[in-house]
């Protein structure tokens, strides 16, 4: 196996086991996703026509606070035990290794957003037609938020309160994900071809994932380092 | 290549010293420009047979709207050189920018509410060109609060560039994006401003008004990092010596 | 290019657009106007601290005195 391959694996599985080792803390943004929801119908109408109106906009903002929710811890508590700085004094590429983190937090928040996200269109009465485009957006859309969330995390790693911050920096970034994601699920509901803004979607991944670890990488050793 | 020039501009002694050479010069353009092209633009350039009077606020808000975007680039290529040649000046400018800019982006969108209030009937609409402001806001705002939250000035340096770099690569995505989703949803008819069809008589002031606000905007960041290379440099001697000089001036004035 | 208002107080009322007008030129002016006179204060009182340090230094130099 290639050295670059063997750092991808070894800090996937590693951060995987993490989060199972936390289950707990892994299932609060899923849980706060399907709680929020619960809040539209009680504060606007629980009548199914305006809910089915909403439910694009509402299904996308509450994946992106969720991935927000879960994105400080992603490089924190490498830092505090010190295991970042191991990571960044050592011969290997960088790239890799945080490749692989930023997968297993997609693994631990995107994609169970994404599988729990019909029980949410349920909630919201969503047209049956939309179920499908919508768990295909939230799957490219989410590992989008992921990646742009740890630039952000690795932005605030070394500040005492870094979530507000987090949040501040990386919301901006993430409008023309919001908005090619609810418009996949409009075009299904108005019944048009909905893989062109899917395509975007997908296009936005793959600059994300070939951008953004580089970005994270850069940001890690000049900030960690002085 | 003889790259000495470009080492010497990144030092803030030398800035200091050809600022305040020119600065006069720099201010009285700036006013001159801007009175002009105020009084043009209020009093003269004809009005417009649509929006009648209330177009005249064209020449506030596409400048500001110029330079706010502008001065946002401004600050991530200053951000960049920081990074990549360590220049202590570089970060200077990218730290006086972003308030600046910030402020810009605010008056640009202050100028399009109150344009909109008379020409859409409201004070806010989701407009492409107005949303895409609105994020802008937040991208300075991001950098901002980055840049404060560092107690280690170095490192709130170069977090802040990365930050700002990474939004410039962003803002064409999200200029596209509102763009795209503004067709889509297409709420008005009336688009504030059309440059190309504009009238010559109507366009002359509005190129004048983007001068004036260029020449602004080097005057303001050149003022405000001229602060904070004296509040950098305390220490030295040449900002001591600038400092006796200043006193002994006074003494003998008095 | 003519003068396009009668007076000074049709210019005032811009056919009844004056309020927009005139509060967007005032905001933006007054925004202008910050963006320089704060850092020209600025300049002036941090030019005015570190001529303060310079004194207590030669000062405290002068009298071998650390307290003042």
Redesign the interface.
Known sequence: MPESNRGFSAYFRRDLLLAYRRRGEVASPIIFFVMVATLIPLGITPEADSLKELAPGTIWVMALLATLLSAEGLFVSDYKDGSLEQLLISPNMLVMPIFGKVTAHWITTGLPLTLASPLIGLMLSLPSVAYLPMMAGLALGTGCLSFLAAIGAALTVSLQKGSLLLTLIVMPLYMPIIIFGSAVMQYSIDGMAWSGPLAILGAMLAVAIALCPLAIAAVLRLITIN | MNWTWFYRMGSPLWFYQSTSRWLPLLSLVTLVL?VAG?AWG??????DAKQ???F??IY??VP?SFLALAGYFLMATAGAIG?IWKMKLSYIVMKCAAP?GA??T??AL??GA??G??TWGSYWVWDARITSML?LL??Y???L??QY??H?Q??GN??SA??A???T??IP??Y???D??FT?HQPSTIKLTSAPSMHP?MFQPLLVMILAFYF?YA??LI??V??EI??RE?KTTW??E???Q??RQKMGAK | MNFQFQDLSEMLLMGGHGVYVWAAVLVSLGTLIWLVVSPTLQHKQTLKEIGLNLTREELRSQSGNKDI
């Open positions: 801007l105020l209020l009093g003269f350039a004809p009005e009648g009077n209330s005249r606020i506030l808000h500001a990074l600046i402020a810009l605010f008056l202050f100028t109150v344009w209030k008379p994020i937040f991208l705002f991001g950098v609060a980055l939250a560092f280690n170095e490192a170069k977090a990365v930050l770099l990474v939004g690569v962003n995505i999200i596209k994006s509102v795209w989703w889509l008589d602004f005057l303001a003022l405000a001229r602060v004296l509040k305390s900002v001591r600038l400092v006796e200043a006193s």
